[in-house]
């Protein structure tokens, strides 16, 4: 049985990642420092198959004791999103670069197979208007933040690292994540226009014509899970986007799936002429490559949501627990 070592395994992904990898049998060890809780994990915490080390990926000694008897490593811990990197850039340069550095650094010492590291979608920052109006996996990057100048300088790092047959580093380049998880996130654009409007409150849009691509939370680990089982020949020092083609979508364009649900919704529009975050995506790559095809869409995401909300099941949705800053 393969041991897998999820770093930030408590989080929104990593939550998900975890069932995922137990029911397809693999054993899950996971480390996390617990910035939001570990409620996530109550419900897998007796799996035989699951150990969890409480710590931070800072810390060499926890990491040392992490990648022991360990097969693949999924690199999820960081300070995630533009804000919150913005607002404690010292501690965002620590986790996100330094500590991810050692971390590759050690398992490149021990006896890890693969590395597969969680960037983003925002490495490509604003698309030029000559490109197409798609980017993918050759574009130029144009990080536009800290957090995604630290995505992109990790990414490059690893994949230029040496080819050998141990350590095989591979890049995955999320979409906008969208959907439920053990642990809910409602600063994540579609989760949070959903709430919003489910509780009746106006939503306001700042610069509707912006695209962006989205993938379900669900899909992001199927993709994950993929990268572990694919050839090693043809993820190896590779990066593949996560999402699907016709996921891409404008702000209007979610909310006229919303509106769907919510016909009576109160919508401001605020105008707003520059985004540095608009960008289509194409993912023929891991289409083309692993036979990668999303299970969920947009609208499903939406009506999840909605179903959970409606039937009380996150009691404060507004609360700070579900914000990354
Ligand atoms: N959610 C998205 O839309 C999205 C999109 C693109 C990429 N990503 C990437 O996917 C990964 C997971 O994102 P998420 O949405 O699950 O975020 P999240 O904030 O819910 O999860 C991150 C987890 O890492 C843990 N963590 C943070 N710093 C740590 C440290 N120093 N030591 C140990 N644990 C630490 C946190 O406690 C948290 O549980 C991140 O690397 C993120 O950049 C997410």
Not at 94 to 105: D, G, I, M, Q, T
Not at 311 to 320: A, C, R, T, Y
Request: hydrophobic share 40%.
């Amino acid at each position: 049985m393969e041991k897998v070592l999820v770093t930030g395994c408590a989080g929104y992904i990593g939550s998900v990642l975890m069932r995922l990898l137990l029911n397809k049998g693999y054993k899950v060890k996971g480390i996390d420092n617990l910035q939001f809780g570990g409620e996530s994990l109550l419900g897998i915490y007796n799996n035989p198959n699951f150990e969890f080390l409480y710590g931070d990926i800072r810390d060499n000694q926890i990491l040392d004791k992490v990648l022991k008897n360990v097969d693949h490593v999924v690199h999820l811990a960081a300070i995630v999103g533009d804000p919150a990197c913005a607002t404690e850039p010292d501690k965002a340069r620590e986790v996100n670069w330094k500590a991810s550095n050692n971390l590759f650094k050690m398992a490149k010492e021990s006896d890890v197979d693969r590395f597969v590291f969680a960037s983003t979608c925002s490495n490509y920052g604003k698309m030029d208007a000559g490109e197409n109006n798609f980017v993918s996996e050759e574009s130029p990057l144009r990080p536009v933040s800290l957090y995604a100048e630290l995505k992109v300088k990790f990414e490059k790092y690893i994949l230029a690292s040496e080819k050998s047959d141990d350590l095989t580093p591979v890049s995955l380049r999320f979409a906008t994540v969208y959907g439920l998880s053990s642990r809910p996130r409602f600063d994540l654009t579609v989760n949070d226009f959903t709430r919003q409007l489910q509780s009746g409150r106006e939503l306001v849009i700042y610069g509707e014509q912006f695209w962006r691509p989205y993938c379900h939370v669900f899909d992001i680990s199927r993709a994950i899970l993929m990268t572990l089982q694919a050839d090693k020949k043809i993820v190896a020092h590779q990066v593949f986007g996560v999402g699907s083609t016709a996921e891409n979508y404008q702000k209007k364009m979610i909310v006229d799936e919303l509106l769907e649900y919510f016909p009576a919704a109160k919508i401001k529009y605020v105008k707003k002429e520059e985004d540095p975050r608009d960008y289509r995506v194409d993912f023929s790559h891991i289409k083309n490559e692993l036979g990668f095809k999303v299970t969920h869409t947009v609208p499903d995401g939406i009506r999840e949501v909605k179903e959970v909300l409606d039937q009380g099941l996150i009691s404060e949705p507004f609360s700070k627990k579900y914000r990354n800053v």
